[in-house]
């Protein structure tokens, strides 16, 4: 049986590391990046100078995860706009 997650070798900052994924997230950092006209090395290299904890294959994870949420806030924005965006549903508790 076939491994969900996707081991690959790619420099960041100019060491080679590899990071494992599955390839749902690979396929997302790809469009990510091609969106924002990077490289993917320099996607990972942008989260990984970011990240405050854990390790890097978690906050790529995160912050894809981060990145399809806005989208989809934006969206529902556009669609209705009479709608807050679900950000007021995270409240400290």
Do not use: C
Request: net charge positive; proline share 3%; no cysteine.
């Amino acid at each position: 049986m076939k491994s969900p997650v996707v081991k690959r070798s790619i420099v960041v900052a100019g060491h080679k590391t590899s990071v494992s994924l599955e390839e749902a997230f690979w396929s997302a950092m790809k469009e990510i990046s091609s969106a924002r006209d990077l490289t993917l090395s320099e996607l990972v290299g942008e989260i990984d100078n970011r990240r405050q904890q854990g390790n890097l294959s978690s906050a790529i994870r995160l912050f894809v995860l981060d990145h399809f949420r806005k989208r989809a806030e934006q969206a529902e924005a556009d669609i209705r706009p009479d709608v807050a965006p679900l950000a007021h549903l995270h409240t400290a508790g």
